[in-house]
């Protein structure tokens, strides 16, 4: 039985869900990123779980995410939006279409519908106030999916599992998570007239 461990900024931590539940998972890892932004308030949240080219210090190797490393799994996987990693506090999956989640040329943009609950309007303060973390993904990497250059990786392809809202040290600096509200069309229209400004 494999036990699921999570590598972040630290080093790899076993993690004890797997390992009590009996089910056998292959290794996952983890990276987190930072600078948290907030664009308005509402119920939904949106940024980047991963920014593209950006070189990052894990353990003993730097790392790098690579532009497309997402693309294969977007389609085909049910992604979880999750808090601290949790499988216990869901925020949003793209099976139910409350998650959504993209690349484009900056790196994994996503956006969470956000839930009528407790944990959900905890998280959206937290984010209006400044004291989220960051964001992160969870990730398998398969065979072909990684290139090394000595003591450096890049991921090219990987396999999402989820991604999360963290109230801790991200890995990764250059990712965003904004709170924002759906705005009436008059709002948006006077919105879009004073970005030209």
């Not at 004890?16 to 949240?45: I, K, M, N």
């Not at 980047?48 to 532009?67: C, S």
């Not at 065979?143 to 809202?165: C, D, F, H, T, Y």
């Amino acid at each position: 039985m494999f036990a699921l461990l999570h590598r972040s900024k630290g080093g790899i931590v076993h993690d004890p869900q797997s390992a009590e539940s009996g089910v056998s998972l292959p290794p996952r890892e983890t990276r987190q990123a930072s600078s948290v932004t907030l664009d308005a308030s509402g119920r939904t949240l949106e940024g980047y779980a991963a920014v593209f080219g950006q070189e990052t210090r894990i353990k003993d190797f730097q790392e790098v995410v690579m532009p497309g490393a997402f693309s294969a799994s977007l389609g085909r996987n049910d992604v979880l939006a999750l808090v601290d990693h949790d499988p216990a506090k869901v925020l949003g999956r793209t099976r139910s279409g409350t998650l959504q989640l993209r690349e484009d040329a900056k790196g994994l943009q996503f956006s969470i519908a956000m839930p009528n609950t407790t944990l959900a309007s905890d998280v959206l303060e937290m984010v209006k106030r400044g004291d989220v973390g960051g964001c992160s993904f969870a990730f398998m990497v398969p065979p072909g999916g990684e290139k090394w250059q000595g003591r450096r990786r890049e991921l090219r392809a990987v396999n999402l599992m989820e991604i999360s809202i963290v109230s801790a040290w991200p890995a990764y600096s250059g990712t965003s998570v904004q709170a924002r509200a759906k705005l009436p069309p008059k709002a948006m229209a006077l919105q879009r007239y004073l970005g030209t400004l």
